[in-house]
């Protein structure tokens, strides 16, 4: 029941329990003889057990003590040891606590006869342990979360600084903005496609970037901008993304021997819902979605690049044509001014041989008949000595009428010949014509026929010139007549 030093406490205290029963005996009757005024006797106390055989209650206090002890230390013994057995479940408990928290304070899980342990406190440190646990993984998330956000955010920084930068060069622009990413990405080679849209009647696909493998390409290639992937990358306006790399891919070539990459992004150069190219870019490791993200942000942020820089590009150019449009303008309106001066001196001298042209018109139509003919033979204008000679009223009465009406039956076998000369073209013709008059006579011309051209040398129309020769020619005859007499 007890150790060897508690067992000697022990019979020490039982010991004294026993004396103590004895002493309270003594005492007990030593009072009792001195109230009653008795003599105490061996014989006086027989006699008083058995007068009174209560009192053998009081012999047994030295028995009964020690029995009260040994009960008493029993008891407590038993109480301490539970006590001292639950003080040692906590104490054992309390060590499991402080191993838990030591654990979860290291970051450690906790051991399995802990985890499976039914103890409430310990069930609250295991659900302590899952928060801890969900909340290290979430900081964790958040931390690298933030962590991608600065890497995008140091990314796009870096790419908008180049596009600041290149404002001018479409090619160095997209060159230089092409190289960042592929390393920015560790990404093995890309290429970067714009549309060129200057001649809206052939729309094609130009790359004015490549980069493979560290160092820059400088590609002159063309596609349409339905071709292929990229095609595909910019009908659908979304980014395409591949695991294995088709085969015949030949936009993607091996750098290191005979390894190829295995994963390709195409993401679109989309600003406002207009593509205006693509970016591919090729590794060997799968993409994740924060390089989704930059890449998708700098193609956008690339994309409205262009879109200024075609547009500065196109001012420039239109500004350009204007300011040689203006120059030229100018320069005809010098020669226009010059060209002016010009056409007013020969306006003047028009103007001035308009005069004498029409002095010399009006001098041959008082002096000479004159009539135009169109290639026809239809009289066109006749002057008013032709009238005058010919006898008719006017010129309504002469206008339209054929050349043939005005030549004697007798001489068109030699005169048809002549016209249809003239009215194709031939040579002029001089020599006397006789004329028929309106009322039949005839009268006699020295007359010559000319064939006015067109700019082309076409034949325009026939002029007729003549003089009348009547009273030369009948002189002339009557002197043949005398001298023939």
């Known amino acids: 029941m007890v150790g060897h030093p508690e067992q000697e406490r022990y019979i020490r205290l039982l010991l004294k329990a026993f004396l103590s029963g004895i002493l ?20 006086a106390f027989l006699r008083l057990h058995q007068n009174s055989p209560v009192f053998v209650l009081v012999d047994m206090f030295p028995f009964v003590l020690p029995a009260i002890v040994h009960f008493s230390v029993y008891r407590f013994v038993k109480y301490a040891n539970i006590l001292k057995k639950r003080l040692a479940e906590k104490d054992e408990r309390i060590d499991h606590y402080w191993h838990a928290i030591d654990n979860l304070i290291d970051g450690h899980e906790l051991p399995e006869e802990i985890s499976e342990s039914d103890d409430p406190m310990l069930k609250r440190i295991r659900e302590l342990e899952r928060k801890i646990k969900r909340s290290s993984e979430e900081a964790e998330r958040s931390k690298m979360e933030e962590e991608k956000k600065a890497w995008i955010s140091d990314g796009i920084s870096r790419i908008n600084e180049i596009l600041r930068r290149n404002r001018d060069d479409i090619h160095r622009l997209t060159q230089e903005v ?21 001649n809206s009647a052939e729309i094609y696909l130009e790359q004015t970037a490549s980069f493979a493998y ?6 002159d290639r ?13 009908q659908e306006k979304q980014t395409l993304s591949f695991s294995e790399i088709p085969d015949g891919y030949s936009h993607i070539t091996s750098g290191l021997g005979d390894a190829t990459p295995d994963h390709l992004i195409i993401v679109p150069l989309l600003y406002n819902d207009t593509v205006f190219g693509v970016i591919e870019v090729a590794s060997f490791r799968p993409f994740e979605q924060h390089e989704f993200i930059l890449l998708e942000t700098a193609a956008e942020n690339l994309a409205a690049s262009i879109e200024a820089l075609k547009i500065t590009l196109r001012t420039a150019r239109l500004l350009e044509e204007t300011q040689k449009q203006a120059r030229i303008l100018s320069e005809q309106d010098v020669k226009m001014r010059e060209q002016m001066e010009e056409l007013r001196a020969m306006q003047e001298e028009a103007a001035r041989q308009s005069e004498q042209m029409a002095t010399f018109t009006n001098a041959v139509n008082h002096t000479l008949i004159r009539a135009e003919f169109a290639t026809d033979g239809t009289l066109i204008y006749a ?3 032709f009238i005058y000679k010919l006898k008719y009223l006017g010129n309504a009465d002469v206008e339209g009428k054929h050349v043939f009406t005005f030549i004697p039956p007798r001489d068109m076998s030699w005169f048809e010949p002549v016209w249809n000369n003239l009215a194709s073209g031939g040579r002029h013709f001089e020599g006397y014509v006789r004329l028929f008059t309106k009322d039949g006579q005839e009268i006699w011309t020295m007359a010559t026929y000319t ?11 026939v002029l007729f010139l003549g003089i009348d020769t009547t009273e030369q020619r009948n002189m002339a005859i009557d002197i043949e007549a005398q001298a023939e007499a």
């Open 24 to 43: 309270i005996c003594v005492l007990f009757y030593g009072m009792f003889f001195i109230f009653r005024k008795e003599p105490f006797s061996i014989y």
């Open 178 to 198: 092409l190289s960042y990413l592929i390393k920015y990405l560790k990404a093995c080679q890309g290429g970067i496609f714009v549309i060129n849209d200057e």
């Open 214 to 219: 560290g160092r820059n390409k400088y590609p």
């Open 222 to 234: 063309r596609l349409s901008v339905t071709e292929g992937l990229i095609g595909a990358c910019i």
């Open 383 to 385: 002057n008013t000595r």
């Open 451 to 461: 064939c006015m051209r067109r700019e082309d040398g076409s034949a325009e129309r």
